[in-house]
């Protein structure tokens, strides 16, 4: 425990550039996320405009009586050296006997180029700190 007062003005100047830091990081990664988002808005956006806004809809996406699947890419939680929670980016395969279905055939056999280039586009880190 500081006894100070010029200990405590330390603690609190540390724990205030501390603060900022972690300000700083949650900023960018909101922008990070905010960009991706708009890449995938403007990918599906040219789908449809090529192929044509019945063909993108929708329509492609699971109802109530469809089989249930599991996820391709999943995020799991972890800690790392220093024992900071940390979340990670899992990809699995496509396996139909785990129930690992490819969702991009839900567009149909020939899927368009700027669906599969989306798909091939890099999300930023494989490792995101948690804010």
Not at 26 to 37: D, H, N, P, R, Y
Not at 49 to 54: I, L
Not at 110 to 117: E, G, W
Request: aromatic share 4%; glycine share 4%.
């Amino acid at each position: 425990m500081p006894e100070s007062r010029d200990e405590i003005c330390q603690l609190m100047d540390k724990l205030l550039l501390h603060s900022l830091d972690l300000m700083e990081q949650e900023v960018k990664l909101k922008t990070t996320v905010e960009a991706i988002a708009n890449d995938g808005q403007l990918d599906l956006a040219h789908t449809r405009f090529t192929k044509g806004a019945t063909a993108v809809s929708a329509v492609q996406l699971p109802t109530e009586d469809y089989k249930p699947f599991s996820a391709l890419n999943t995020v799991a939680e972890g800690k790392d050296e220093l024992d900071n929670p940390q979340l990670d980016l899992e990809r699995n395969e496509v396996d139909k006997e785990e129930g690992r279905i490819d969702p991009i055939r839900w567009f149909g056999i020939l899927v368009p180029a700027s669906l599969q280039s989306a798909r091939k586009k890099p999300v930023g880190n494989q490792n995101f700190e948690k804010v």
